[in-house]
């Protein structure tokens, strides 16, 4: 069983950077596809990147793409999302996911995932 633990949230002005990770324990993250997710407050949770054990390319949301990095680790127990330019419309608790499947069409679907991490909470204010 994978248990997923994030961290790295906190208070950030706008312009600044944060970088978050995603921990796994009962396994490592070899096969698996790792994302990250935010969801703000009174919206839907949100799909913001995502990055596949079959070829690790990365991809994001257009809202994020250019600011945002996801990686993992060579050792495959951590994945984390590094946040730059960061804008108060970022505001929200980040959630990062697991699954073993790799389907393309199902990367930016929450219910494709099988493992989450608790969450953490971004908050971009000056």
């Known amino acids: 069983h994978v248990q997923l633990q994030a961290s790295g949230g906190g208070l950030v002005p706008p312009g600044g950077s944060l970088r978050l990770s995603c921990t796994a324990s009962g396994r490592t993250f070899i096969g698996y596809t790792v994302a990250w997710f935010r969801q703000a407050p009174g919206k839907e949770r949100e799909f913001v990147a995502a990055?596949?054990?079959?070829?690790?390319?990365?991809y994001y949301a257009d809202s994020v793409k250019g600011r945002f990095t996801i990686s993992r680790d060579s050792a495959k127990t951590t994945g984390f999302l590094q946040m730059s330019r960061l804008k108060p419309e970022d505001t929200a608790v980040y959630y990062c996911a697991a699954t073993p499947s790799g389907i393309l069409s199902t990367l930016r679907i929450p219910s494709s995932y099988e493992h989450w991490g608790q969450g953490t909470l971004v908050t971009v204010s000056s």
């Open positions: 990055i596949r054990s079959t070829n690790s390319n990365p």
